[in-house]
């Protein structure tokens, strides 16, 4: 179980350097704005399996309050792009 673990925290770490990486090297803010709501995920992910390795609870409260803020910052950066298109 410990190998199965060792690998989603690689896989987890490396899909946040990658979006790391298009967020920091994006053309414009829609590419950016793309890689920060990949970097959300991996994150919560990487939180959730924290909370199945140290058996804490707050990580998995933690994970969901992420969530809430990326959706929300998802429909603020979406709103803000519609309006300067016009």
Request: proline residues 1%; hydrophobic residues 60%; positive net charge.
């Amino acid at each position: 179980m410990t190998a199965v673990f060792n690998v989603a925290v690689a896989l987890v770490c490396m899909a946040g350097m990658f979006a790391a990486w298009r967020a920091v090297r994006g053309r414009n803010l829609a590419d950016r704005a793309v890689a920060f709501e990949a970097i959300t995920p991996a994150l919560t992910c990487g939180m959730l399996l924290a909370a199945v390795i140290t058996g804490e609870d707050r990580f998995i409260d933690l994970a969901l309050v992420l969530g809430l803020l990326a959706f929300l910052t998802t429909v603020t950066v979406a709103r803000y792009m519609e309006g300067r298109r016009r």
